[in-house]
């Protein structure tokens, strides 16, 4: 009996193929295994859905999460003899659609951030996912004029977005940003700018730019009084 062992690199989707062919007389058998790491973010609070493979379901041998949490790990699993295991105790679950296997994720949160290791086995092949789960949520966005002793200060603030939103503004000047960190890792960001004398105070924009969705917004500083004003988000993309 020959063994043939053959792999296979695909740099644009970092896949990586084993194929085997076992060749006894002229009878062969052909199974491959591939591995594939890759990326995913969810909305906070949303139901997230993790695919293992796009194999249809009932095809399957078994499959097995190994998921590695900031604060445990724990692992869920199901075989094609219906037997079923699940250590998470968060609500995790394996679901199955009309063609497809996938685990269910219910009210995303930053505790379900990590790493999300499943293997897939059915007839003709095994596949492994490596799935480095993280997390997204749009900011609160605002801004504001206030006057500072004989200074006008524009201030502008991101809050509770994840990731870190950047901001910036329709005119240079002298300005600061600052970060606050929460623990329950939403960040908020607030960019303060001191408005030049010789710019139109009512066409002075903050620009909020976020990784969800690529969404950004535009805030025009509409001056009511020298004390205070609203703002006004005229687009979002």
Not at 52 to 57: D, F, L, R, V
Not at 163 to 187: E, F, K, L, Y
Request: charged share 20%.
């Amino acid at each position: 009996m020959y063994v043939v062992t053959r792999l296979f690199y695909c740099r644009c989707t970092n896949l990586f193929l084993f194929w085997e062919s076992n060749l006894l007389h002229t009878k062969t058998n052909l199974s491959y295994f591939f591995a594939v790491n890759r990326n995913e973010a969810f909305n906070l609070g949303s139901n997230a859905r993790l695919i293992c493979s796009n194999k249809i379901w009932t095809k399957a041998v078994f499959v097995i999460w190994n998921i590695e949490l900031k604060h445990k790990t724990c692992k869920i699993s199901f075989n094609h003899e219906g037997q079923s295991s699940n250590s998470c105790n968060d609500g995790k679950s394996l679901q199955n659609s009309t063609d497809q296997s996938f685990l269910h994720i219910p009210n995303f949160s930053v505790n379900d951030v990590g790493v999300y290791k499943c293997e897939s086995a059915y007839t003709g092949g095994n596949e492994n996912y490596n799935i480095t789960v993280g997390v997204t949520a749009p900011p609160v966005v605002s801004a504001w004029l206030e006057r500072r002793g004989n200074k006008m200060v524009a201030v502008c603030r991101a809050e509770r977005g994840i990731p870190a939103a950047n901001i910036s503004w329709s005119v240079t000047g002298n300005h600061s940003v600052t970060q606050q960190n929460n623990p329950d890792g939403v960040v908020t960001v607030e960019s303060q700018l001191e408005v030049p004398e010789d710019i139109d105070r009512e066409n002075l924009t903050c620009i909020v730019r976020h990784q969800l969705k690529n969404n950004s917004w535009s805030l025009l500083l509409m001056k009511g009084s020298e004390t205070a004003v609203d703002a006004y988000a005229y687009n979002r993309t």
